[in-house]
């Protein structure tokens, strides 16, 4: 894999470990003072937790992005999404993915992994214990980069899947990655300077009686609409980068209570890794619109944003997976009222290392999967209650 795809593909691996193990590198990093919150918990031992869902009939969905092999690059198949009932640590089913993995930084640095990444369940209508129809209750997964990108053939690869709630069943939905490789290679002079693709953001959602799917690219910096039936992806809009050096990255997306798209950003070359916090932004982006449409920019000062949602009260919340903290491991979440999108509010630093997604769950408490870049099972799912 090229050195850039680091920057913008392989962001929530290898690099978040180096720095989850060099605390030094954000000495000096400005104190932030710890709100009241209680972190309890729940899942231990995952291999780089990533996506957190819940449905509407309280059953918890983590993906796991998996292990890295032996050698300097190739795959392995230790990714997973499982299924809990809340309050077990037990899953009722487990369904493996591929994984893929390189060591683009000089050893002793652990190889990068992505595999599956964002998860997304249509709550709407999902209730009670299962089956439910298609339509009623969707759970979709976002598998990692594109076969086109990395020069691997893989039939998992790059790949939206639908998974049965009941089984794990997993069907493929789209093929995104190769889909929006190709759309950056149309468009070598408003996408990336190079082809590329990481689908990592899902979110499914029922809009004026119709269920509709969008996906955010981190490589592609494109938001999409996977068109039902076909698979084909619509580019909605495409997130800007400020300049050359500032590679936006895309990483969630999250509906807001005006019916509106709100994409959050890694930025992670301006915002140094966390050095230089405070350059990630939340764009606002009509659904219903198309590229070249630009989307707008809702809320600032954020860093290195790798997951978001909106929680029953129009909270916008997002996990900063390199916010500074010179005590420790970098890690924070922060909390934004829908109609005071100035008002930042830093939650968890110190307690949330490395996080990676977010979820409320029927409880009203946030589940958060954390150390989701640390290598082997280091990964958790905590539950955290702002007291």
């Not at 104190?31 to 957190?52: D, E, M, Y």
Request: aromatic share 6%; with cysteine.
């Amino acid at each position: 894999m090229r050195a850039r795809r680091r920057v913008h593909s392989a962001f929530v691996a290898g690099s978040a470990a180096v720095v989850m193990t060099a605390a030094s590198l954000f000495a000096g990093a400005p104190a932030q003072s710890a709100p009241s919150i209680t972190v309890t918990p729940w899942l231990t031992g995952l291999n780089a937790p990533r996506g957190v869902a819940f449905d509407g009939a309280g059953h918890f969905y983590v993906s796991e992005s998996g292990l890295a092999g032996s050698g300097d690059h190739g795959l392995t198949h230790t990714g997973q999404v499982s299924r809990y009932e809340l309050g077990s640590t037990t899953p009722v089913w487990t369904t493996q993915f591929s994984s893929l993995y390189a060591h683009e930084a000089p050893p002793p640095a652990p190889a990068d992994v992505l595999g599956p990444e964002g998860l997304a369940v249509l709550r709407q209508g999902c209730v009670g214990p299962p089956p439910h129809s298609a339509g009623d209750c969707k759970l979709r997964m976002i598998q990692s980069e594109s076969n086109k990108g990395t020069g691997i053939t893989n039939p998992q690869i790059g790949r939206l899947f639908e998974l049965n709630r009941r089984t794990g069943a997993s069907t493929t939905v789209s093929d995104v990655g190769n889909r929006q490789w190709r759309w950056t290679k149309n468009h070598p002079n408003v996408a990336e300077p190079l082809p590329d693709s990481n689908p990592y953001g899902v979110l499914i959602t029922r809009m004026h009686g119709v269920v509709r799917t969008f996906v955010a690219d981190a490589g592609a910096n494109t938001i999409s609409e996977i068109m039902p039936g076909s698979g084909r992806t619509r580019v909605v809009a495409l997130i800007p980068n400020d300049t050359p050096k500032h590679d936006s990255t895309p990483t969630c997306i999250a509906k807001g209570p005006d019916g509106m798209l709100y994409v959050a950003t890694l930025d992670l070359v301006v915002n140094n890794f966390g050095n230089s916090p405070g350059h990630s932004n939340v764009w606002r982006v009509d659904p219903n619109a198309s590229y070249p449409t630009k989307p707008t920019i809702w809320a600032s000062g954020l860093t290195t944003v790798t997951a978001c949602t909106f929680d029953s009260s129009g909270h916008f919340w997002g996990t900063e997976m390199f916010a500074p903290n010179s005590a420790g491991p970098p890690g924070d979440l922060v909390r934004i009222p829908f109609s005071h999108p100035t008002h930042v509010s830093h939650l968890g630093l110190g307690d949330i290392p490395l996080p990676g997604g977010i979820t409320q769950g029927p409880d009203g408490a946030m589940y958060v999967s954390i150390n989701s870049a640390a290598p082997g099972p280091a990964g958790q799912v905590v539950k955290v209650v702002v007291n």
